[in-house]
């Protein structure tokens, strides 16, 4: 069974970045394609960004393109969301996710990622 664990949500400014990694472990980290997903409260829980196993593939909510970019070290077992021009409406506890080892496609629903992490708050001021 594969263990996930955020780190580095935080408090930050309109306009300002932050970086959020995944540390995960328990199995190969490269047999996994990887997702954020984001959770405000009082909606649902939405698709931000994933990645291949390869990190050849990266795909992208709307919401966030041109500022919020996934990536993922497989000799350090994590993946990252880089983000900037952080919004108001980026507040929320951020997830990352890992898909079943068999499955390759980046895929953009959570009920299609079996293991989550316990999530990090990023809170966005104005």
């Known amino acids: 069974q594969v263990r996930l664990v955020e780190s580095g949500g935080g408090l930050a400014q309109t306009g300002g970045s932050l970086r959020l990694s995944c540390a995960v472990s328990?199995?190969?980290?490269?047999?996994?394609?990887m997702g954020w997903f984001r959770q405000a409260p009082g909606k649902e829980r939405e698709f931000v960004a994933g990645?291949?196993?390869?990190?050849?593939?990266?795909s992208y909510a709307d919401s966030v393109k041109g500022r919020f970019t996934i990536s993922r070290d497989n000799a350090k077992n994590t993946v990252y969301l880089q983000m900037i021009s952080l919004k108001p409406e980026d507040t929320a506890v951020y997830y990352c996710?890992?898909?079943?080892?068999?499955?390759?496609?980046?895929?953009?629903?959570?009920?299609?990622?079996?293991?989550w992490g316990q999530g990090t708050q990023v809170t966005v001021s104005s």
């Open positions: 990645i291949s196993k390869s990190g050849g593939i990266t």
């Open positions: 328990g199995r190969t980290f490269s047999d996994y394609v």
């Open positions: 996710a890992a898909r079943p080892p068999t499955l390759t496609r980046v895929a953009v629903r959570s009920s299609e990622y079996e293991s």
